[in-house]
């Protein structure tokens, strides 16, 4: 039956080929619309690092002016000073803790085939890449004895290794960067974080490190961050100064096990920053956070707004399709009365027509639902050329396109239900009257 | 014309009015909505940066190894610049207007005052900061080679005289002459003289600036007569005799690059790429909504294409009697135009509140956005009244050729 029903629907999509044309691009372009948008939303608001992201904690302590709070929402600011990255490394109350900032550095390759160039990099603590788990090509991180000592070690990334050592394994050998010899103890295989969350600060869509460096090499050395760094009151003169000033310009991290640690270390926060008001610090109310990954992708509005809204628009573009499809079935259901009446008084029962006309806008469905996933490609390499930050995000996962095959069955079935139901009601006596 | 026929015919079929209707509403609040954001859009990319942009690029080096003085780099580098042929001026400078990158302060009225007045951005430049930017200084002198100083790593104090933004001294200074006046861009230390006033001259971060939810401080840049000569990074603005910038970007790279073998020279840029890139997320919102709303007025015409059709076809015998009873041509064509001028009436009446629906879940989704203004409404009126009729022209005309004998037929 199921056959026979599917050549009668094309028998009679073919019949007008332009409109069954026409409804197949409106539920297509309907579907590749919104689907391009949502991709855009889902996979930027998506958990980065799901299997852990609920022990990962950003420390926040509000450290800022008296007379004005930090942004207007009354969020504590979104990094810490140098003396609190300190204290709370020193403490070490957490399961694993890093503090870190972006740093530049000048590369001058031992090749000479290879001109000096500038590279951005993270300065961090050994604990990075047990928290962040990185995966690693070549050696491994660095241990707690390094950062103690300020040893001169990196982590290169894939990419700089190719393009320093041709992508051997090049632990062991020797970077020069700024004029000190570092030596490579790690080299990470591919790793790019869609969402670079550990540092939003400075860019949720920012290009990945080039290497890491330990923290306590580059204050050893004086490298100012080239991060974003935000101060409100003034500083005492030189670097001494700069690093006792209540600027912000790190991050700072902590891998908590359980709630309950969780619980404790937000207490160890709070006492921590009411032990620094009797030293004359934090002059402002309590305002400390400690937000899990997805609680501070959150807080940091990482979907940006023009998606948000392009997410809306073309939901109600995927409206007015469906409801274009709707009126344009109806109208050829409508013509088709008289075969439909025809088919009652051959003893054709409800449910039967109803399964023939199902099958039939189903058709038209499915067929646009296809043709959209294909848009969607389309749309998604559109979004790709329009936004360049966008080249790590703008791609379909398997979530959504099992999303897109859903939402065109839905919308050929909420498309096709009602004309259907209408085409059934004909009764077989009015229409068989006029022919 | 009667309208009461055309409106008791169309009471018949209400499932299909209500659909076209309805589409025809969202289709307004889409498009309405979606042309304002783009307006906006259109506005924010327009706005002037007060500087030279078709003759000027920034280019910049960061120095390794212990060897490299920041300073010296600065002093031959812009002798080195100034000397070649093509290049009008050039200036050292920490950052330009649109690169999303630089240094902002609070501006204070009075030592001691605790909550500032305003924002500003800082700009570092020397004497012929004002020339190589193009600015135009409407008020006060410009700097002297002797107030040029070096700001050193962590240095915390500020020369004693600047120049401002009009934007700002009428801010500070509202209806006076700022020229000869204070303004203390720390409220512990000394205040700053204000020597000079240009017309206009934007902060590098024409979007995201604003000081308790005020936008209009994109235009408060203060121009501070020193070179930043710490950490081992030098920038310099360029401009060249016009028409001759991208031989001297290329030029400029080279002879940089030459002089000093201790660094690395990078980031040479046209200020006009420097604003593309500032407005590239604009202008793919733009081009992303030109493209919805093309495709939706696209889909909604030929669903009234495809719903006239169908009913010119279904009325083909009414029509026919209709004909035969006497109406003429015209009066069959004009019964279709008023039939879908009155969907469409309907249809843009439901969708003037489904705008404004529209627009007030945008102003919830995205703090910045303003209530749409009235008149995009009656303009989309009009575009959807003309769009309609166009679309049922061609069914109309249709239906207007059915011969008066169809009547008499039996199908």
Redo the contacts between chains.
């Keep these: 039956m199921f056959s026979y029903y599917f050549q009668l629907g094309l028998r009679s999509l073919k019949r007008n080929p332009v409109?069954t044309a026409?409804m197949v691009?409106?539920i297509a372009?309907g579907i590749a619309?919104s689907m391009t948008s949502l991709t855009l939303m889902h996979i930027m608001g998506s958990d980065p690092i799901p299997w852990k992201s609920e022990r990962l904690h950003y420390v926040q302590l509000d450290n800022w002016d008296p007379?004005?709070p930090y942004d207007?929402e009354g969020n504590p600011p979104d990094q810490v000073s140098y003396k609190d990255a300190q204290a709370l490394m020193e403490a070490a109350k957490a399961d694993r803790q890093a503090a870190m900032f972006k740093v530049?550095l000048?590369i001058?390759p031992e090749n000479p085939e290879v001109?000096?160039?500038?590279s951005l990099g993270r300065a961090t603590y050994g604990d990075f890449f047990a928290m962040f788990e990185p995966p690693f090509a070549y050696g491994g991180g660095w241990d707690h004895a390094q950062d103690a000592q300020h040893g001169r070690v990196v982590v290169l990334t894939k990419e700089t290794n190719e393009k320093l050592f041709g992508g051997q394994d090049s632990v062991g050998r020797r970077v020069r960067?700024?004029?000190i010899d570092y030596s490579v103890v790690g080299v990470l295989a591919e790793w790019r974080p869609r969402i670079k969350f550990y540092d939003l600060t400075n860019g949720a869509l920012a290009e990945p490190e080039e290497f890491f460096v330990p923290y306590t090499t580059i204050i050893e050395q004086k490298k100012?961050a080239s991060g974003n760094n935000s101060c409100w009151n003034?500083?005492?003169?030189?670097?001494e100064?700069?690093l006792a000033s209540e600027c912000i310009w790190q991050q700072f991290w902590v891998q908590l096990d359980s709630p309950a640690k969780a619980a404790d270390y937000k207490a160890f926060l709070d006492d921590y920053v009411n032990e620094q008001k009797k030293l004359g610090r934090f002059p402002r109310p309590l305002n400390n956070r400690l937000l899990d990954v997805n609680q501070w992708l959150q807080n940091q509005k990482v979907v940006?707004?023009?998606v948000?809204?392009?997410v809306?628009?073309?939901f109600?573009?995927l409206?007015?399709?469906l409801?274009?499809t709707?009126?344009?079935l109806?109208?050829?259901f409508?013509?088709k009365s008289g075969e439909i009446g025809l088919r009652r008084a051959l003893g054709a029962s409800k449910p039967q027509l109803f399964a023939q006309h199902i099958i039939e806008s189903s058709v038209i469905g499915i067929s646009g639902g296809a043709f959209g996933l294909l848009l969607t490609f389309g749309g998604l390499v559109?979004?790709r050329v329009?936004?360049?930050d966008y080249a790590n995000v703008a791609h379909l996962d398997w979530t959504m396109v099992a999303t897109t095959v859903v939402l065109s069955t839905l919308a050929a079935v909420l498309a096709g239900l009602?004309p259907t139901w209408?085409a059934c009601q004909i009764a077989p006596a009015a229409q068989l009257k006029?022919? | 014309m009667e309208i009461r026929p055309i409106i008791s015919a169309l009471m018949r079929s209400k499932?299909?009015l209500v659909?076209?209707g309805?589409?025809i509403a969202?289709?307004l609040?889409?498009v309405c909505?979606?042309l304002f954001?783009i307006n906006q859009r259109i506005e924010t990319m327009n706005r002037p940066s007060g500087m030279n942009e078709s003759d000027t690029f920034t280019i910049g080096s960061?120095?390794?190894?212990?060897g490299f003085s920041t300073k010296n780099t600065f002093v031959e580098d812009l002798a080195l610049i100034r000397s070649l042929p093509g290049v009008r001026d050039a200036t050292p400078t920490n950052t330009l207007p649109m690169t999303n990158g630089g240094w902002s302060e609070g501006v204070f009225m009075a030592p001691g005052q605790?909550?500032s007045t305003t924002i500003t951005a800082i700009y570092f430049m020397d004497e012929h900061g004002i020339d190589t930017f193009g600015l135009n200084l409407i008020a006060g002198r410009n700097f002297k080679p002797e107030e040029i100083t070096v700001r050193d790593?962590?240095?915390?104090d500020w020369p004693p005289g600047v120049i401002i933004t009009k934007a700002l001294a009428d801010k500070l200074y509202p209806g006076q002459d700022a020229v000869g006046k204070s303004v203390y861009l720390?409220y512990?230390?000394p205040a700053q003289t204000i020597l000079g006033i240009v017309d206009r001259l934007i902060v590098p971060w024409p979007e995201g600036f604003s000081f308790?939810?005020d936008h209009s401080v994109v235009e408060n840049s203060v121009l501070v007569p020193q070179m930043t000569a710490?950490?081992?990074s030098t920038r310099y603005l360029i401009r060249t005799e016009p028409g001759r910038r991208d031989e001297l970007m290329k030029t400029v790279e080279a002879k940089l690059a030459e002089s000093n073998h201790g660094?690395?020279v990078?980031g040479v840029k046209s200020v006009e790429k420097v604003r593309s890139e500032c407005y590239?997320?604009d202008?793919?919102?733009m081009?992303?909504?030109g493209t919805?709303i093309f495709?939706?007025l696209t889909?909604?015409a030929?669903?009234i294409v495809?719903?006239a059709s169908?009913?010119v076809?279904?009325r083909t015998k009414q029509i026919g009697t209709r004909r035969a009873l006497g109406a003429t041509r015209a009066s069959i064509l004009r019964y279709f135009l008023a039939e879908n001028f009155l969907i469409t009436t309907g249809g843009l009446l439901l969708g003037a509140f489904l705008t404004y629906a529209?627009s007030l879940?945008?102003m919830a989704?995205?703090?910045?956005a303003k209530l749409l203004p009235w008149h995009y409404v009656p303009v989309g009126f009009v575009c959807l009244w003309a769009l309609g009729q166009i679309a049922v022209l061609g069914p109309a005309t249709r239906a207007a050729r059915v011969p008066p004998a169809v009547a008499t037929r039996s199908?």
């Design positions: 409109l026409l691009l409106g372009l619309a007379n004005q207007q530049a000048p001058q001109k000096p160039f500038l960067m700024d004029g100012q003034n500083t005492a003169p030189g670097w100064g700069y940006p707004k023009d948000q809204v392009q809306g628009l073309s109600a573009f409206a007015v399709c409801i274009n709707i009126g344009l109806l109208a050829k409508t013509r559109l979004v329009l936004y360049k009602y209408r006029t022919q | 499932v299909a659909l076209i309805l589409q969202l289709t609040a889409i909505n979606a954001i960061n120095g390794f190894g212990d605790k909550v790593r962590g240095s915390v720390d512990d230390k308790n939810g710490y950490g081992n660094r690395i990078r590239a997320n202008r793919a919102m081009i992303i909504l919805v495709c939706l889909i909604t030929l669903g495809g719903m169908f009913w076809t279904q529209f879940w945008l989704h995205a703090q910045e199908v």
